[in-house]
């Protein structure tokens, strides 16, 4: 029976509208933390009553691509510069999230959004990789490739090249026929082998999108991120316009279907599904869409969004339950995402990481990628009773391809023991990209201070020392740094800063802010003792 959003509001947001709750749900009040909080502080959207809080994944997880597997589902997401990439992650309820391990040892490239599959027993990940100064040759801007495994822990296969440039963001369909495809952004298509390891023909246009009223605020009109569904007797396309940061009301969701995988497709009377309208918003840019039949036979739209007054965080991955109307096109139930909503039924498992580290055994490509990586950057790191000792590249953090990792936490401490080998300058940072970052370096002569991607004029007197601690607090954009010789007195840095700009529409990179360690110079330097700590 078709559900409207009037119906799931009734149910969802009761408080708000005089109107009952579903049994044991509440209302987040603004004044206090709505999330449930893990050992290590970090904001879980499970609130443990029977609802959960967006986001799902909280921190930088944009674009994702969300496979439903017998009674379980598998997500990944845009993995950019980070090596190894690709982080796989599973769950039984959609809501809470386990990381199964990363697909891709090896970027060629820069990742853009992939379309994560399965067809006939065999497990695909579609690969949009773009030029980077660090990727090999590569024959376009863009170059969309195919990786594949017979179990989704891999091992995967190296990438393949499917010669198919000038496109991202790869979207997989069969048709009525069991022929494969793969839809892009445009949005155009090409025809698979029935192995899925090449393409057959050329490009073709087959969509034209939605148009939005000309006096919306948008980034560009952008039409992408095409991913695809049959239901009932319609093949539906979902895709994203408006641009995927800029204004907070630009990226959006829209919905086409056809009958047949040829077209024509018929826009939805109510695009679009899902929109941003206004910066009093909890969640600003959503969009990026993948629509999904849930536990209990119930449907979900998984996509990802800013959160408002924290961009620094990037795109935080989001689910929305969807209804269908009378006449079978989608309508998103959400309503106020700020508010906690019914969790869907399921298996609980559990949720993320911890995010400290002793350095006691590797956790690449879960708690830390390289940033930036050519193949042979693993070989920078061993591991000793010492703790990560990380050889050092380059010259300053810009170009040291520093190991970073991803938070969601609008608070949060971090801190790290640093040991340093002769003509070796290493630390902790706050990086964003290689043009923005902050936070302290170390030498024999002293510590050099990083705000804004650049070395400070300021000298700060602490002492010519190659063993400090240094810890980072990021209350909410204020940033402050310490540092201390023996761990217990600490020095408060003399210089605070103000974060809330170190994000996209600043530097025009789609990133995050993420705790990094770095090393440049000569030499090496030992990392021990790493601790993460969210707070309220």
């Known amino acids: 029976m078709p559900v409207s959003r009037r119906d799931f509001l009734s149910l ?12 044991g749900l509440s209302v987040a009040s603004p004044s206090q933390p709505a999330w449930q909080r893990s050992a290590e502080g970090h904001r879980q959207a499970d609130l443990g009553d029977g609802t959960y809080l967006n986001p799902v994944l909280a921190g930088d997880y944009p674009d994702p691509t969300i496979l439903r597997d017998g009674d379980g589902y598998y997500m990944t ?69 195919v990786i594949h495994a017979d179990s989704i822990e891999g091992p995967w296969s190296e990438p393949v090249d499917l010669n198919l440039g000038g496109v991202i963001d790869p979207g997989h369909i069969v048709d009525e026929q069991g022929q494969r495809w793969l839809f892009t952004s445009g949005i155009k298509r090409i025809r698979l082998a029935d192995d899925g390891l090449s393409t057959l023909g050329e490009l073709e246009q087959v969509y034209d999108g939605w148009q939005y009223p000309d006096d919306w605020i948008t980034e560009a009109y952008a039409l992408e991120g095409p991913k695809l569904f049959r239901r009932g007797g319609y093949f539906y396309l979902v895709s994203a316009v408006g641009g995927t940061a800029g204004p907070a009301t630009g990226h959006m969701v829209i919905v086409a279907r056809s009958k047949t995988i040829d077209g024509p497709w018929e826009n939805c009377p109510h695009n679009p599904i899902g929109r941003t309208e206004n910066e009093d918003e909890k969640w600003w840019s959503r969009g990026h869409a993948t629509m999904l039949e849930g536990p209990q036979g119930k449907w979900y739209m998984v996509y990802h969004g800013y959160e408002n007054g924290f961009r620094t965080l990037g795109r935080q991955t989001l689910v929305e339950p969807m209804g269908w109307d009378d006449d079978n096109w989608p309508v998103a139930l959400g309503g106020d995402l700020s508010l906690p909503l019914p969790k869907p039924e399921g298996e609980i498992v559990p949720h993320g990481f911890t ?23 693993k070989s920078r790191v061993t591991y000793t009773p010492d703790g990560l000792k990380l050889k050092a590249a380059g010259s300053s953090p810009t170009d040291s391809a520093p ?11 971090i801190s790290v023991i640093v040991n340093l080998e002769a003509g070796t300058e290493a630390g902790l940072l706050l990086f964003y990209n290689n043009r923005l970052f902050l936070g302290m370096g170390q030498s024999e002569s002293g510590m050099v201070t990083y705000r804004g991607g650049k070395s400070s004029y300021w000298r700060e007197p602490a002492p010519q020392t190659r063993r400090l601690h240094m810890k980072i607090r990021n209350d909410r954009h204020i940033v402050t740094f310490y540092y201390s010789e023996d761990g217990k007195n600490w020095t408060r840095h003399t210089v605070r800063s103000e974060t809330s700009g170190y994000n996209v529409n600043t530097i025009d990179d789609l990133q995050g802010l993420k705790p990094a360690l770095f090393a440049c110079g000569k030499g090496s330097a030992t990392f021990s003792q790493f601790t993460y700590r969210g707070l309220k």
């Open 12 to 23: 969802s947001t009761g408080a708000a509208t005089g109107l009952s709750l579903l049994p």
């Open 77 to 145: 997401h845009s993995s950019f510069d980070a090596a190894p990439g690709i982080l796989i992650w599973h769950s039984k309820d959609l809501v809470n999230w386990q990381p199964v391990g990363p697909a891709l040892e090896k970027p060629l490239g820069i990742v853009f959004a992939m379309d994560l599959v399965k067809h006939n027993g065999r497990y695909y990940i579609y690969i949009p990789f773009m030029k980077a100064p660090w990727s090999p040759p590569l024959a376009s801007f863009a170059n969309i490739m």
């Open 355 to 377: 995010h400290s580290d002793n350095f006691t055994s590797s956790s690449l490509g879960t708690r830390w990628t390289f940033f930036g990586a050519a193949a042979s950057e």
């Open 403 to 413: 190991l970073v990792q991803t938070i969601g936490d609008q608070a949060y401490e």
